[in-house]
């Protein structure tokens, strides 16, 4: 049995780092794990321009002190009335790397988000021409569509359509959750790829209501049922290049998310890549890790592959049931949970 695993240094092409004291709580886990990472911009109020993004990257390096060599990669949040050449400069000067698109009121902090994509024509035909990314939050807000089936008519009346009318457009489905979402990626004849969580291999919903009702399992898109677990599970360790690895780690403060109306998202940095890779261990697919940590995400976003290495060793790590204090405990993801893989760094 495989006791080591050495790989690439891996990036994280999805995370909340928050801002404020939450920022300075968790910056560290993931700057411990990853090189790089593509941080979400939904703060409030949102980071729309390039001096707020460069004003966020700044903090971001002070919360991670003196001689980090850790890159975060800035998203420009995208809203009805942004303007193009904004979006253009930023990606010229190297601030911006990608554009989010939240439809609005999909998720936390999306209100701003962009009311019909239809009318974004002009920063897409932007992003097709330049080659820069577009990374969709890809639920419809249509309240009379089930919760659960949100993304699967999300692929079917928006990006289906996205990827007709801008056929160069290159874009990353975040945080897959379903058989459809993984099927449309794996066959479209497009640039597309997508970002997976380990939330979303590890659990399904009935983790949300096991022998009550469970907050810290609570994300967006919110987990699936088994067979799109089974689904998704299957597309990130196929090692098609189209999938990569994307924790979607998003702090909430514990009494924000064990509420009457608690928050949307989970907390999986600090122990993500352990996540991960017992679930390809499971998979008997510890051969195609490197791939979806370290290499497919790089590739698609046409960046260079990290130098340097990492190592986990087969070894119990038990995740404690807090991290951080006051103004940012979060309860972790598999909070007491035992993983059988540790990372040395
Ligand atoms: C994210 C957050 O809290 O910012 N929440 C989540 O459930 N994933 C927003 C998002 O990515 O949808
Ligand atoms: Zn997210």
């Given amino acids: 049995m495989t006791q080591s695993l050495t790989i690439r240094r891996p990036d994280d092409w999805h995370v909340h780092l928050r801002d404020g004291a939450m920022l300075e709580a968790v910056a560290r886990h993931t700057a411990r794990q990853f090189a790089r990472a593509i941080i979400m911009p939904n703060l409030t109020p949102p980071v729309t321009n390039v001096e707020a993004a460069k004003a966020y990257r700044a903090r971001i390096m002070a919360a991670l002190g003196e001689g980090s060599d850790f890159t975060p990669l800035m998203t420009c949040y995208l809203t009805d009335g942004i303007d193009p050449a904004e979006i253009e400069r930023g990606y010229a000067e190297g601030v911006f790397a990608a554009c989010k698109l939240y439809p609005a009121h999909a998720t936390t902090n999306s209100a701003h988000g962009v009311t019909d994509i239809r009318a974004l024509t002009g920063v897409l035909e932007t992003l097709?021409?330049?080659?820069?990314?577009?990374?969709?939050?890809?639920?419809?807000?249509?309240?009379?569509?089930?919760?659960?089936?949100r993304e699967a008519v999300f692929v079917e009346r928006t990006l289906a359509p996205l990827t007709r009318d801008y056929p160069a457009l290159k874009i990353v489905l975040e945080h897959i959750t379903t058989a459809e979402a993984a099927a449309f990626v794996t066959d479209a004849d497009h640039p597309i790829a997508a970002t997976i969580t380990p939330q979303h291999l590890m659990i399904n919903r009935n983790a949300l209501f096991d022998g009550g009702l469970r907050p810290h399992a609570y994300c967006l898109p919110v987990l699936k049922r088994e067979t799109h677990r089974l689904a998704v599970r299957a597309a990130a360790v196929s090692g098609s290049p189209r999938f990569f690895l994307g924790t979607d780690s998003a702090p909430h403060v514990v009494g924000a998310k064990e509420s009457g109306c608690g928050c949307a998202g989970i907390f999986n940095a600090p122990f993500a890549l352990e996540a991960y890779l017992s679930v390809f261990d499971?998979?008997?697919a510890l051969a195609r890790f490197e791939g979806f940590a370290s290499e497919h995400g790089a590739r698609f976003y046409g960046l260079p592959l990290n130098e340097g290495t990492v190592t986990l060793v087969r070894e119990d790590v038990v995740v404690p049931d807090r991290i951080g204090e006051g103004d940012a405990s979060v309860v972790p993801f598999l909070a007491g949970a035992t993983l059988g893989w540790r990372f040395k760094g």
């Fill in 128 to 149: 097709q021409r330049i080659g820069m990314p577009l990374l969709i939050h890809g639920e419809v807000t249509d309240k009379t569509v089930d919760i659960f089936d």
């Fill in 282 to 284: 499971e998979e008997g």
